[in-house]
């Protein structure tokens, strides 16, 4: 039901920006989020936005360095990732849900299937 595209391989410094389409329903209903994953280790939270009035959160990580937004006509959220550092080097999934249940990555969370970004040093 949510749908991500736009990662790839960039260089330290680069920037990649993330889609994630879902249905309108999902959109009007939830608030939406991007999490990233590497291997081993868990899935973590990178940012969020409210359905209701657009405010944003971000992960002390990349806080500065990436932008969440979402197209309501498009019902797509976007991750716009600049000053990209090897260490965002992860699998990207987006997530919607209310906001508590995203950061509390509860379980009925609705994921994306991810998108692999690298950062080559």
């Known amino acids: 039901q949510l749908q991500a595209s736009g990662g790839g391989l960039v260089q330290t410094g680069g920037s990649l920006r993330l889609s994630c389409t879902t249905s309108?329903?999902?959109?009007?209903?939830?608030?939406m989020a991007w999490f990233r994953q590497t291997p081993g280790e868990t899935r973590e939270f990178v940012a969020g936005?409210?359905?209701?009035?657009?405010?944003?959160l971000y992960s002390r990580y990349v806080r500065g360095r990436f932008a969440i937004s979402k197209d309501n006509a498009k019902n797509t959220v976007y991750l716009q990732m600049s000053d990209l550092k090897p260490e965002d080097t992860a699998v990207y999934y987006c997530?919607?849900?209310?906001?508590?249940?995203?950061?509390?990555?509860?379980?009925?969370?609705?994921w994306g299937q991810g998108t692999q970004v690298t950062v080559s040093s």
């Open positions: 309108g329903q999902i959109f009007r209903d939830y608030d």
């Open positions: 936005i409210y359905r209701s009035d657009g405010k944003t």
């Open positions: 997530a919607a849900q209310t906001m508590r249940k995203i950061l509390l990555v509860s379980e009925d969370i609705y």
